[in-house]
């Protein structure tokens, strides 16, 4: 799916201390876990400086691009019509080894949109979105939920959450990672998100599915 929708509402969404932080266990893959959602930040970075790059382009450098809310809720998204055209190019495929699920919600409101991505095969490289028929076709190895973490963006009112989803066919070798340690992985992940400095809100968000 080649969509260059922003991943959030604006680089003022960051990343909020939850409830589900706050784990009594060691988790063997958290390292690994944390630099997969680093490599998603640094994505969404990315797809929204090229989305101001093309509104400047085609506005104008006078542009001023509007990124609060409007005052309704966002419409919930539909699910669209399954066809085989819509099938073509799936990303998710046995060899992917997670993905991600985003869920949007506005307020403490219900969720209006589900997204996924595809974890590419180098962590500094683009994630690949998965439309709802491709994830509902393809999705099922993917059910079991690793890890959460939640995105706010105060001044939109939004919250989003990201579930990673490990690939449950590629369950033995999680530990080997596309070839690599969690030392390699540790120093592949050089770019950060705008405007956190490597730093969490100290912020508390109740837990929502």
């Known amino acids: 799916m080649s969509s260059t929708a922003p991943i959030f509402c604006c680089t003022a969404a960051v990343p909020v201390n939850t409830s589900i932080d706050n ?9 690994l876990h944390d630099a997969i959602f680093r490599s998603f930040l640094d994505f969404a970075i990315r797809r ?6 093309l509104h400047l382009i085609g506005n104008g450098a006078g542009a001023c691009r509007k990124t609060t809310s409007p005052t309704a809720p966002p419409i919930p998204m539909l699910i669209p019509p399954f066809t085989l055209e819509a ?13 991600i699920h985003l869920t949007s919600r506005h307020d403490f409101g219900p969720v209006y ?4 991505f595809a974890c590419p095969e180098l962590l500094e490289d683009d ?6 028929v491709q994830w ?4 099922e190895p993917f059910k079991m939920k690793a890890e959460k973490w939640d995105i706010k963006c105060v001044g939109d009112s939004t919250f989003f959450r990201l579930s990673l989803r490990p690939n449950l066919g590629m369950r033995n ?12 992985l540790e120093g592949s992940m050089n770019g950060t998100w ?7 809100p100290a912020c508390s968000v109740e837990q929502w599915e």
């Open 87 to 99: 099938l073509k190019d799936n990303p998710l495929t046995p060899q992917t080894p997670y993905c």
């Open 113 to 116: 949109s589900h997204r996924y």
């Open 127 to 132: 994630w690949s979105e998965i439309s709802l």
């Open 23 to 31: 784990k009594l266990y060691y988790e063997l893959n958290r390292e």
């Open 173 to 184: 070798r999680e530990q080997v990672f596309l070839g690599m340690n969690v030392a390699e």
């Open 136 to 139: 509902f076709a393809e999705g």
């Open 48 to 53: 929204q400086r090229a989305g101001d790059l």
């Open 194 to 200: 705008e405007g956190l400095a490597c730093q969490v």
